[in-house]
């Protein structure tokens, strides 16, 4: 008499979520449905842990399975598990938003300078402005880190450890951001005050 091939809870877990595919595949919605309940919230934490932004996740994610659906017809399981198949679809999605620009945040930098107050005199105002314009293109002029470590560490004025949390870097990683992108502006600034 031969035993029962056992199969380990993760294995059958996969399995099952390969049958899902494979009825998804076939014109089951609801199928498709439950690969969806299960993985949307795996999906975006995984992105919002690379993105650190609540809304972007979960528009990537949503648009993660969107991918997914229209290409749910070409996939085979192929050893990978379902989960690798939308991480890889999420990362690719990622991928293509940081390069693409749009994620750079809109900086309204008049917020940051205080010091444009008219009543302190209309000259007092204007180079304010001017300096400030200056100071943000510098800033746009960063690599993506270094523009956020910046802007998180001095204009939002977080600590090394919140930065490192909002940006899933560690400390050191953090300080020698902050360091680079501080030595890039002042070379920046003394070219332009030249």
């Known amino acids: 008499m031969s035993k029962p091939l056992v199969v380990a809870p993760r294995e059958r877990n996969e399995?099952?979520?390969?049958a899902l595919v494979r009825?998804?595949?076939?014109?089951?919605?609801?199928?498709?449905?439950?690969?969806?309940?299960?993985?949307?919230?795996?999906?975006?934490?995984?992105?919002f842990r690379r993105t650190a932004d609540r809304v972007l996740a979960e528009d990537?994610?949503?648009?993660?399975?969107?991918?997914?659906?229209?290409?749910i017809g070409s996939v085979s399981d192929l050893g990978k598990d379902v989960q690798a198949w939308l991480f890889t679809i999420a990362r690719n999605l990622l991928f293509d938003f940081l390069r693409s620009g749009r994620h750079r945040r809109e900086i309204v930098w008049a917020d940051y300078f205080e010091c444009a107050d008219e009543s302190r005199g209309l000259d007092h105002a204007l180079l304010c402005r001017v300096v400030g314009d200056e100071l943000a293109r510098c800033v746009d002029q960063l690599n993506d880190e270094q523009r956020e470590c910046i802007v998180l560490r001095f204009y939002e004025e977080l600590s090394v450890s919140e930065v490192a949390a909002r940006m899933c870097r560690r400390e050191g990683t953090v300080r020698a951001l902050q360091y680079r992108a501080v030595r890039k502006l002042a070379q920046l600034v003394s070219d332009w005050v030249r």
């Open 23 to 47: 009825a998804a595949q076939a014109g089951d919605t609801v199928a498709f449905g439950e690969i969806y309940r299960r993985y949307f919230p795996v999906v975006e934490a995984y992105l």
């Open 60 to 71: 990537l994610t949503s648009e993660t399975f969107l991918r997914a659906f229209d290409k």
């Open 15 to 18: 399995q099952s979520a390969w």
